[in-house]
């Protein structure tokens, strides 16, 4: 998911980094879709397999750590929304 570069045609060091804001925005939301699919699969009781899900994740709070500094405070939102998802469905596939 990580190993995609996309081609900026501004060399210098902002748009690197505007590049790898568009790659994590992208990133976090793909993930925000793929738990909304999980929990509407949970929701309808089918079974759902977390293990890929959370290596995923994982990879992504670890390319967040070197998001430009500047997007820290968004993307700590968004990760802390995906982590809260991500234990809902925990709690919810739980064995009773």
Not at 50 to 79: D, H, N, Q, S, V
Request: contains cysteine; neutral net charge; glycine residues 6%.
């Amino acid at each position: 998911m990580f190993h995609h570069r996309m081609r900026s045609t501004d060399p210098s060091p902002a748009g690197a980094e505007s590049s790898q804001a568009a790659i994590l925005l992208a990133a976090v939301e793909a993930m925000e879709g793929t738990l909304a699919v999980a929990e509407a699969l949970v929701a309808e009781r089918r079974a759902v397999d977390l293990t890929g899900l959370e290596g995923e994740i994982g990879r992504l709070c670890a390319a967040c750590l070197a998001a430009p500094r500047a997007m820290a405070p968004a993307l700590r939102l968004r990760l802390e929304s995906l982590l809260r998802a991500h234990d809902r469905l925990r709690a919810a596939l739980a064995p009773p």
